[in-house]
């Protein structure tokens, strides 16, 4: 239920005992939202708010599918036209922010993503040029496939 990493509340159990709390006092008590209108909190679901920096927020939706990449969350924008021998896929990315009002993207695309489809999972990487992405994507696919690379080296060397 806790949607925000920002939260005064680390637990639901926590959440609820405050939003409770509060929704049933005497004296109304507000949620804020990010343009500065304040909402009754006894009109508001708990899931739409949270407790940061003291006062109720009313959270922003976040229409978009979130991808981690290497521990960094983008959300993944248009396929580039680019195609070369490494048979990667590079996609524009927005980098994922997160305040008091919720998560949001950045206005613009800010990263490149690198994406490889193999039978042991699809694997990822990101950089602020296609050059990096692909770098960073080739040094992960190397760290988790060495054992076929060298297999394949070696084999070919015997022969």
Aim: hydrophobic content about 35%; some cysteine; overall charge positive.
């Amino acid at each position: 239920m806790i949607n925000n990493t920002l939260s005064e509340f680390k637990t639901d159990a926590a959440k609820i005992a405050a939003y409770v709390r509060d929704k049933t006092k005497k004296e109304p008590v507000y949620a804020y939202t990010a343009d500065g209108a304040k909402i009754p909190l006894k009109e508001l679901r708990i899931d739409k708010v949270e407790f940061v920096g003291g006062l109720w927020r009313v959270q922003n939706e976040f229409p978009h599918k979130i991808e981690n990449i290497r521990k960094v969350d983008f959300v993944i924008g248009d396929k580039l036209p680019h195609v070369e021998r490494t048979l990667f896929d590079f996609y524009q990315a927005f980098s994922v922010g997160e305040n008091c009002y919720g998560k949001f993207i950045s206005k613009k695309p800010d990263y490149i993503v690198a994406k490889y489809v193999t039978n042991r999972g699809t694997y990822g990487a990101y950089g602020k040029t296609i050059e990096d992405a692909r770098a960073y994507l080739g040094i992960k696919l190397y760290d988790e496939f060495q054992d076929v690379i060298h297999r394949e080296i070696n084999s070919a060397r015997q022969k």
